[in-house]
C-alpha cells in the first residue's frame, strides 16, 4: 500500500461514498439484512446508520484497508449493538462456510480485483438460502456510456483505489450461483453517467 492509499485515498473514499445523494440507495437495501450479517468492503461502515438491529444478531465487517477500519471503529465507538471489524480480502474470506444468513455490499465490488472469486466466497460463508444484499455501480445500459466508460477507467481506477467501471454486476452474481430479487438498474441522480449506473437488489444462494 503506498502512501496515496494509505493516507489520502481513504479520506477521500469516505467523502464520495458518503455523499448524500447515494444515502437513499443505501437506505434502499441495508435494511433487508437479517440475522447473522457479513459487510464486504465495510470501508468507513457508512451503512450502520440504515440497519434494522432489531432483525439482526450480529454484524461481520470486513474490508481490506486499514485506515478506513479505523475510521470505521471511530464511527462505531458507540454503536449499540455487537459489530466485529476484520481487515482481509474478499477473495480469501476468514469466515467458515455457512456462518451467515446476510451479506451486504454496497460500492465495493467495483474495486475487488478478483470479483468471481469473491462472489463464489460470498457464496460459500453464506447458510442455505443466505442472501446478497447489494448496490454497486457498473457497466452502463446503452453503447456510448460504456465506450465512455472503457476509455476512462484506466486513468479512473488508480485515482479511485482500484474502482472499475464496466463491470456487469448482475452476470456476476447470477454466474456466480445466486438468483436475482427485487432488483432494478437505474441512473444515479447527481452523478455523472459514466459512474453512476447503479445495480441494486437482492440474490439467494442456489444450493
Same mark, same amino acid.
Given at each position: 500500500m503506498n502512501l496515496y492509499e494509505k493516507y489520502i485515498l481513504p479520506p477521500l473514499l469516505n467523502c464520495a461514498c458518503g455523499l448524500s445523494l447515494l444515502k437513499r440507495h443505501r437506505k434502499d437495501i441495508v435494511p433487508r439484512a437479517r440475522g447473522?450479517?457479513?459487510?464486504?468492503? $465495510?470501508?468507513?461502515?457508512?451503512?450502520?446508520?440504515?440497519y434494522d438491529f432489531d432483525q439482526?444478531?450480529?454484524?461481520?465487517g470486513l474490508d481490506p484497508n486499514e485506515s478506513l477500519l479505523k475510521i470505521a471503529r471511530d464511527n462505531n465507538s458507540s454503536l449499540p449493538h455487537k459489530m466485529s471489524l476484520t481487515a482481509g480480502t474478499s477473495e480469501r474470506l476468514?469466515?467458515?462456510?455457512?456462518?451467515?444468513?446476510?451479506?451486504?455490499?454496497?460500492?465495493?465490488?467495483?474495486?475487488?480485483?478478483?470479483p468471481k472469486q469473491a462472489i463464489k466466497e460470498i457464496r460459500r460463508v453464506l447458510k442455505s438460502k443466505g442472501e446478497i444484499h447489494f448496490c454497486e455501480h457498473g457497466l452502463g445500459d446503452t453503447p456510448n456510456i460504456q465506450r465512455i466508460q472503457k476509455f476512462v477507467e484506466p486513468i479512473w481506477r488508480p485515482m479511485a483505489g482500484g474502482c472499475n467501471l464496466s463491470r456487469d454486476i448482475f452476470?456476476? $452474481?447470477?454466474?456466480?450461483?445466486?438468483?436475482?430479487?427485487?432488483?432494478?438498474?437505474?441512473?444515479?441522480?447527481?452523478?455523472?453517467?459514466?459512474?453512476?449506473?447503479?445495480?441494486?437488489?437482492?440474490?439467494?444462494?442456489i444450493d
Open positions: 447473522a450479517v457479513l459487510e464486504v468492503g $465495510i470501508g468507513s461502515s457508512l451503512n450502520k446508520d440504515f439482526i444478531t450480529e454484524i461481520s476468514p469466515f467458515p462456510s455457512n456462518q451467515f444468513d446476510s451479506v451486504v455490499i454496497t460500492f465495493s465490488l467495483c474495486t475487488i480485483p478478483r452476470g456476476l $452474481i447470477t454466474e456466480g450461483g445466486f438468483k436475482l430479487f427485487d432488483y432494478e438498474a437505474i441512473y444515479a441522480d447527481g452523478v455523472p453517467k459514466f459512474v453512476g449506473y447503479l445495480y441494486k437488489g437482492s440474490a439467494k444462494k
